[in-house]
């Protein structure tokens, strides 16, 4: 790569950091394979001009669901389960479930919502604190729905970069995300830099990463020595029907 492609930041005064270290070292892992994936596909796909993170949300948590599976954990996307608004039970749409199978010992539920971030230099620093902070709020709203079936729960936001010229600070607009991120009490940033000759040469010329801002919810899985409260995202009824939790 022409340039540092990658950038993992975690959120020093959260919480998160102090009392979750060991899933800190697993979400860094699936962090850091999820780029790698997005560097594979961007490699292959570099004679058809086609950037991978372009395309919707749900294409975007596939790519983390691939990357999952590189960090001894079972991904489970798109599916139908039982959530809960103001008391009221109704069978919606998760976005994905992560278990790490690595000692049974954690098992992560994410509602993810997408975000185009600009990366022009003007007014960007006012600017991506207002664009992350209302697909964020609505991914922590989904977060709430699901929280009943989990221990741990993430608020993720999926961003994609765009409206980049030749002459894009990529240093500046990382630090102009981070502190976004930090003033909206995010417990990560991680962005992801396509290298610069193939986005350049793609369809999307101005669309040069993506990033991923997220917030947990809940307390570590392993804290009492217990199991996940979530296993299985589906069940089935006694009558033989496709139920749900």
């Known amino acids: 790569m022409s340039k540092v492609n990658f950038m993992l930041r975690w959120n020093e ?15 860094g892992r699936l962090l850091r394979a999820w780029n790698g994936v997005l560097e594979e596909y961007e490699g292959a796909w570099r004679k058809v001009k086609i ?3 372009i395309y919707n ?8 669901a691939t990357a999952a599976r590189d960090t001894q954990s079972l991904p489970f996307i798109e599916f139908s389960t039982q959530k809960i608004i103001n008391g009221k ?3 919606g749409r998760a976005d994905l479930e992560i278990y790490w199978t690595e000692k049974l010992d954690w098992c992560l539920g994410i509602e993810a919502k997408p975000a185009s ?18 697909p964020l709020e609505e991914a922590r709203k989904c977060v709430k729905t699901i929280k009943k079936h989990y221990v741990d729960c993430m608020a993720l936001v999926i ?5 980049a010229s030749d002459d894009f600070n990529r240093k500046q607009f990382c630090k102009d995300l ?3 991120a930090w003033r909206l009490k995010a417990d990560f940033c991680v962005i992801h830099f396509c290298d610069d000759e193939i986005w ?11 990033a991923l801002i997220g917030k947990l919810y809940g307390k570590r899985a392993s804290k009492r020595g217990k199991a996940p409260l979530s296993f299985f995202p589906l069940s089935f009824d006694r009558r033989g029907g496709q139920g749900v939790r």
């Open 89 to 91: 039970r109704y069978v």
């Open 13 to 27: 005064a959260s919480l998160f950091r102090k009392n979750h270290p060991r899933h800190i070292y697993k979400l």
């Open 57 to 64: 949300e749900q294409a975007e948590i596939g790519l983390l």
């Open 178 to 180: 981070f502190d976004a």
């Open 200 to 210: 350049k040469n793609s369809w999307d010329k101005d669309c040069p990463g993506i």
């Open 159 to 163: 961003g994609l970069l765009n409206h």
């Open 117 to 134: 971030i600009s990366c022009s230099s003007r007014r960007r620093n006012k600017d991506l604190f207002f664009i992350i902070q209302e």
């Open 51 to 53: 950037l991978p993170y």
